[in-house]
């Protein structure tokens, strides 16, 4: 089978550096400017500069998202985009994600060598509307997430670009992102970076008397997508890219999630048996959404709908992130993230670490003062492991 890209999100640069350790094969980002993720913490031109050198470490990707739905005064002055486009070819940007077919005339004028992938904003559903945008000079296109397992298959049988699927996270209540209910509710353009999800609002529910119908908020929220189940499939197929939600997500929930298809892809790649049950575990200690397969399988159902809070789920807390361990000493370097006690029941995880029980009996500050609590946000904080861990392992409550 194919080697298939593993593509995550990243929100600014901490992400960015979990999202490579955790075993991301390319990275999307968004600019500060012209991305849809407008709350992001994004990255200026010097960020991504950073972010490339970064990738290069891993042999990974960067791609930067310029994704908006263009209106005139978007594009009136041109100058500044081309000269935002021929900053990130400078920098080493590999490509960048779009979601207005004006700009890619631009793009091809100004940077050439950039490649060019077409958002899933632009619905992209059929096969000929791939050709049509390779014409154009698009090399990638990121289908609508209303496409079916068949349909991806059709419409690689008969396109010759690259396809980008979605395998993970949240859904939109309206068709890949046309929606104008935030514009409605808070005069926030969702196509243009200022989606106040007010699909994930919860609403009180009334009847046309005006009677409270239930004491239960309603919600328009779909469940997340997760697709565990359709990886291999996706690899027959011949996808180039498979690609995870979440730029505004935090680094355990991307440290979970991508190391879970990281290995579910390594493991494919093996042959080893496979029970995805296993995968979905780790991944349900991160995310706070029950999950469905999204249109995989044709249209959807009242059960991958989310009503009302019932279905929210506990994650597991995410309480510290190792910075460093010295082999020597066994002492580890620890960025305090939610509180825990000594003694508490914990698991820590990571990169080249399967999940495993852990609990801190000694704990110290910087100033090597003993901590019973940690209970200030980011504290460094120090304790002896004889399990030897590494940057980026994440520590958690365990359930």
Same mark, same amino acid.
């Given at each position: 089978?194919?080697?298939?890209?593993?593509?995550a999100p990243?929100?600014n640069?901490?992400?960015?550096?979990v999202?490579?350790?955790?075993?991301?094969?390319?990275?999307y980002?968004?600019?500060k400017?012209y991305s849809l993720?407008a709350?992001?913490?994004n990255f200026d031109i010097?960020?991504i500069?950073?972010?490339?050198?970064?990738?290069?470490k891993?042999?990974a990707?960067i791609?930067?998202t310029?994704?908006?739905?263009a209106?005139n005064? &978007?594009?009136? &002055?041109?100058?500044?985009f081309k000269n935002?486009?021929?900053?990130l070819?400078?920098?080493?940007v590999?490509?960048?994600?779009?979601? !207005?077919? +004006?700009?890619?005339s631009?793009?091809?004028?100004v940077a %050439?060598?950039?490649?060019?992938h077409?958002? $899933?904003?632009?619905? *992209?559903?059929?096969?000929?509307?791939?050709?049509?945008?390779?014409?154009?000079?698009?090399?990638?296109?990121?289908?609508?997430?209303?496409?079916?397992l068949d349909e991806?298959r059709?419409?690689?049988?008969n #396109?010759?670009?690259?396809?980008?699927?979605?395998?993970? +996270?949240?859904?939109c209540?309206s068709v890949?992102?046309k929606?104008?209910?935030?514009?409605?509710?808070?005069?926030? /353009?969702?196509?243009? +970076?200022?989606?106040a999800?007010?699909?994930?609002?919860?609403?009180?529910?009334?009847d046309e008397?005006? #009677?409270?119908?239930?004491d239960?908020?309603? $919600?328009?929220?779909?469940? !997340?997508?997760?697709?565990?189940?359709y990886?291999?499939?996706l690899?027959e197929?011949?996808?180039?890219s498979?690609?995870?939600?979440?730029?505004m997500?935090?680094?355990?929930?991307?440290? *979970?999630?991508?190391?879970s298809?990281r290995?579910l892809?390594? /493991?494919?790649?093996k042959?080893? @048996?496979?029970?995805t049950?296993d995968y979905? /575990?780790?991944?349900?200690?991160a995310?706070?959404? %029950? *999950?469905?397969?999204?249109?995989?399988?044709g249209?959807?159902?009242?059960?991958?709908?989310?009503?009302?809070?019932?279905?929210?789920?506990p994650?597991?807390?995410?309480?510290a992130?190792?910075?460093s361990? !010295?082999?020597?000493?066994?002492?580890?370097?620890?960025?305090?993230? @939610?509180?825990?006690?000594?003694?508490?029941?914990?698991?820590?995880?990571? %990169?080249?670490?399967k *999940?495993?029980?852990?609990?801190?009996?000694?704990l110290y500050?910087e100033?090597?003062n %003993?901590?019973?609590?940690?209970?200030?946000?980011?504290?460094i904080?120090?304790?002896?492991? /004889?399990?030897?861990? @590494?940057?980026?392992?994440?520590i958690?409550?365990?359930?």
């Amino acid at each position: 089978m194919n080697k298939i890209e593993l593509l995550a999100p990243a929100g600014n640069l901490e992400k960015l550096k979990v999202a490579l350790a955790f075993g991301a094969d390319a990275i999307y980002i968004g600019g500060k400017e012209y991305s849809l993720r407008a709350r992001a913490s994004n990255f200026d031109i010097e960020d991504i500069k950073e972010a490339v050198m970064l990738a290069s470490k891993y042999n990974a990707k960067i791609y930067v998202t310029c994704n908006i739905i263009a209106h005139n005064e &978007d594009l009136d &002055d041109q100058d500044k985009f081309k000269n935002y486009i021929k900053a990130l070819d400078e920098a080493g940007v590999i490509g960048v994600i779009v979601a !207005d077919l +004006g700009m890619i005339s631009i793009i091809k004028e100004v940077a %050439p060598s950039l490649e060019i992938h077409v958002s $899933t904003q632009l619905s *992209t559903m059929n096969s000929e509307t791939v050709n049509f945008l390779e014409s154009l000079g698009a090399s990638r296109v990121v289908l609508a997430r209303e496409c079916t397992l068949d349909e991806i298959r059709a419409i690689k049988e008969n #396109s010759n670009i690259e396809l980008e699927v979605f395998i993970h +996270g949240g859904m939109c209540m309206s068709v890949s992102g046309k929606c104008v209910l935030s514009n409605y509710l808070t005069n926030r /353009d969702a196509n243009r +970076g200022g989606c106040a999800h007010s699909c994930r609002w919860y609403y009180d529910l009334y009847d046309e008397q005006g #009677s409270l119908v239930s004491d239960n908020k309603f $919600t328009f929220a779909s469940k !997340d997508l997760e697709t565990l189940n359709y990886i291999k499939a996706l690899k027959e197929i011949g996808v180039a890219s498979l690609k995870i939600e979440g730029r505004m997500k935090s680094e355990h929930y991307l440290g *979970t999630v991508i190391g879970s298809y990281r290995k579910l892809l390594d /493991d494919i790649d093996k042959n080893i @048996n496979i029970n995805t049950k296993d995968y979905q /575990d780790e991944i349900k200690k991160a995310s706070n959404r %029950p *999950t469905s397969s999204g249109f995989f399988e044709g249209s959807t159902s009242v059960e991958q709908q989310i009503f009302d809070r019932a279905a929210e789920i506990p994650t597991q807390e995410f309480v510290a992130k190792v910075l460093s361990y !010295d082999k020597e000493s066994k002492i580890a370097k620890i960025e305090q993230r @939610n509180n825990f006690n000594l003694e508490q029941e914990l698991e820590v995880f990571g %990169p080249k670490l399967k *999940t495993t029980n852990l609990v801190i009996r000694e704990l110290y500050d910087e100033d090597n003062n %003993p901590v019973v609590v940690a209970r200030h946000a980011k504290q460094i904080l120090y304790f002896k492991s /004889d399990l030897e861990l @590494n940057e980026y392992d994440m520590i958690r409550v365990k359930k």
